[in-house]
């Protein structure tokens, strides 16, 4: 089968290769999926510059978490998942997967049934974001009549926030440049933000949880008030973590994203009733892959960038 590679650590034009490896076969508790479509993410272009472990998230020259196609074979003990299946998973994270591959061996209990309203792309490219997106607003405990403050809505984790927020009944304000403020309230931002005009940072009014997804930046001074739960899914300096809780916020976690097939089957009932959507930056083929990846880097994605593997499943 065609499988992406990395020939170590680079820039992607030249260590990015697509070469033949055989078919693997699931083990006890695995299923075989023939791959239409896997996302990519700021996780695998940091993974193929470096070729090191980040923490727990474990390096693989073979890439890929996210996927979606179509069950070919399980392994023993395998009795949820048959031939046929429609299916989606985040594979394996934070331990490598493989899934840039036309067949991929993933866990029974990371898949979940790929919603019938997403098209293989969509389910492809959503996993890791969608999931991430689900824990962080889990762990800020966001509930209905709440408001909320996405920093950074219009990229792969933020788009999926601002709608999972929104169908969990909470009031949502989120920002990103001008451009994008039209797609942000088509995704259910009641309030939106440029997040280069200081005046407007400054006025948004307390916010209940504040969701950041943008590298070292804080919510306005304004946005935060006493009991605030902060979320961050990227790194934050020591110097400005102490600074949100000079401001009286409340507990400030930083989280690493799960592979958690229970949770992905409830995205999809959301998806089944049209309450989110995954937007599409750009579609790329297997042999694109350098390029998919160029585009990840550029830091200007809308929504989410998939590499469509197979169009025919
Ligand atoms: N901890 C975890 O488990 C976890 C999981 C997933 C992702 N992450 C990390 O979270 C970050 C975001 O991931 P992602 O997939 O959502 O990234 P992404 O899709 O690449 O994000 C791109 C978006 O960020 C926006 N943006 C850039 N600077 C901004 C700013 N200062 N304020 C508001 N928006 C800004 C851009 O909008 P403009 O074009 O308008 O600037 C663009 O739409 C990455 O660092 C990723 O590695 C962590």
Do not use: C
Not at 208 to 217: C, R
């Amino acid at each position: 089968m065609r499988s992406a590679k990395y020939s170590g650590a680079g820039a992607a034009a030249e260590v990015v290769s697509v070469i033949d490896t055989e078919i693997p076969s699931p083990g006890p508790g695995e299923v075989l999926v023939r791959v239409g479509a896997a996302g990519l993410n700021p996780v695998d272009v940091k993974i193929r510059a470096a070729a090191v472990d980040f923490g727990p998230i474990i390096y693989t020259d073979l890439p890929g978490w996210d996927v979606a196609g179509v069950v070919s074979d399980v392994g023993p003990g395998v009795d949820e998942w048959a031939e046929g299946d429609r299916v989606f998973a985040l594979a394996a994270f934070p331990a490598a997967a493989h899934t840039l591959a036309e067949y991929a061996v993933v866990a029974a209990g990371d898949l979940a049934a790929s919603p019938s309203t997403w098209s293989t792309a969509q389910a492809g490219a959503a996993p890791l974001a969608a999931l991430t997106a689900w824990q962080a607003l889990e762990t800020a405990g966001v509930r209905s009549g709440q408001r909320v403050l996405v920093l950074g809505g219009a990229g792969g984790v933020g788009h999926l926030a601002i709608q999972l927020a929104a169908a969990r009944g909470a009031e949502v304000v989120a920002t990103a440049s001008p451009a994008k403020h039209e797609l942000l309230r088509s995704w259910g931002a009641s309030e939106t933000v440029d997040y280069r005009d200081e005046a407007a940072l400054a006025a948004i009014a307390p916010v209940d949880a504040v969701i950041i997804t943008v590298d070292d930046t804080l919510p306005p001074r304004g946005a935060v008030a006493a009991g605030t739960s902060v979320v961050t899914i990227t790194g934050l300096t020591d110097e400005r973590r102490a600074e949100l809780a000079s401001w009286g916020a409340g507990p400030v976690e930083r989280i690493l994203v799960s592979a958690n097939g229970g949770q992905l089957a409830e995205i999809a009932a959301l998806a089944e009733s049209e309450a989110v959507t995954v937007h599409l930056d750009s579609e790329f083929g297997l042999d694109e892959l350098a390029a998919a990846q160029e585009r990840v880097e550029s830091g200007r994605v809308t929504g989410k960038v998939v590499v469509v593997v197979d169009p025919r499943v």
